[in-house]
Structure formats: C-alpha cells, structure tokens
C-alpha cells in the first residue's frame, strides 16, 4: 500500500511561512487564519507535508482499504491562492457555501486569493461543521 505524503513533520509553521510565502499580504493572512483556526480548533498548528498547515487530527479508512491521518483543519498559502480545509460534505456546509464570498470549490477545498474575499464568520461555522462531522464519522483528536 503506498504510503501517505501529507504527514505531520517538524517544520516550523512560522518558519515555512517566511520561507515559502513571497507576498506580504498573504503572510498577513496566513498569521490571521492560524490566530482563527488555533481558536476554532484548540490545536496548535502543524506542517502536514510540506505545505499544508493543519489542527489537530483524525484517522480516516475507506471501503478500498487505505487509510491515514488527516487534519481537522487546514490551509495551504499556495503561490496562486490558498487552499483551505474547513469543508466536509454536509447539508449546512453547502448551504453555507452561498455566504462564503468570493471562491472556488474543489472536491473538498476552498480556493481563494486573499483573506478579504471570503466570509470569516462563515469559515468559523463551516469549520466547526467539519469538527463535528469528523468527530462523530472517524476517530479524531476532537475527541480528548
């Protein structure tokens, strides 16, 4: 079974931020959604992989066999836009969607440019939807 590439490591969050991220702007935001998703989730954040900062944790197994841990949330300060991690398949989640602001929707991530374009009351409720989904459909951090 092949082995998963987004896994917690020992970078620095802060550290890869000023790295990785050449726009002052999105350094702003990417310190302003770690204040927001520290709150909303209780965890302090993480490097899942080499770009993805994430809160807390669950264990997900699907029907196929594979299985692995994921964050709880999470966002990504990609070059083009972020990605964002709050988002689980749920009926208030995609009635939520409507009063996000200005995105795109991927599979299960939320693409924006800048932290301005979205709704933060409405990434705080998707949020802690997703918490809650995860709680109560996987083993899961939330949990202790």
């Known amino acids: 079974m092949a082995k998963n590439k987004t896994t917690i490591t020992e970078v620095d969050v802060f550290d890869f931020i000023e790295a990785y991220v050449d726009n002052d702007q ?3 935001d990417s310190h ?3 204040e927001l998703m520290r709150e909303w989730s209780g965890f302090e954040p993480k490097m899942w992989g080499p770009t993805i900062i994430g809160f807390g944790n669950y ?3 699907y029907e196929s066999g594979h299985e692995g841990d994921a964050p709880l949330l999470g966002f990504s300060p990609r070059k083009s836009q972020f990605s964002l991690y709050v988002y689980s398949k749920t009926e ?3 009635a939520l969607l409507k009063d996000l602001g200005k995105f795109k929707m991927g599979k299960a991530c939320i693409y924006f440019k800048k ?3 979205i709704n933060i009351p409405i ?3 998707l949020s802690k939807e997703t918490i809650a989904y995860l709680e109560e459909h996987h083993e899961c951090s939330c949990r202790n």
């Open 26 to 28: 999105k350094k702003v």
């Open 115 to 117: 932290l301005t374009d």
């Open 32 to 34: 302003k959604l770690i």
């Open 92 to 94: 208030k989640s995609d």
């Open 123 to 125: 990434v705080e409720q």
């Open 59 to 61: 264990h997900y197994k």
